[in-house]
Nanobody
């Protein structure tokens, strides 16, 4: 059974940083395209960043610079570092895994709230 479990969300002030984690079981993250999506209240779920099996990364246009996606193959864990947080970054952040010919998997999400 595949599980993606996010953690690291919370409430922070503008300008702060957070590091989100996604611990995976049932899959090997280095063999999947892994990613982070986010969904703000009343809005659609949008891609934040992806990392391919070869380690190449892709960021949404508005995300590059403050967001850094990475993974630890030994820990089978995906990360998202978010710096210089803004109120508009407030959303539920979801971990995502996909592979050709396999259904995509989603985590349950972790809430990030940026407010002064």
């Amino acid at each position: 059974q595949v599980q993606l479990v996010e953690s690291g969300g919370g409430s922070v002030q503008p300008g702060g940083s957070l590091r989100l984690s996604c611990a995976a079981s049932g899959i090997i993250v280095s063999t999947y395209v892994m990613g982070w999506y986010r969904q703000a209240p009343g809005k659609q779920r949008d891609m934040v960043a992806l990392i391919s099996s070869d380690g190449s990364t892709n960021y949404a246009n508005s995300m590059e610079g403050r967001f850094t996606i990475s993974r630890d193959n030994a820990k089978n864990t995906l990360f998202l570092q978010i710096d210089s947080l803004k109120p508009e970054d407030t959303a539920v952040y979801y971990c995502y895994a996909r592979k050709h010919g396999v259904q995509p998997y989603w985590g349950q999400g972790t809430q990030v709230t940026v407010s002064s």
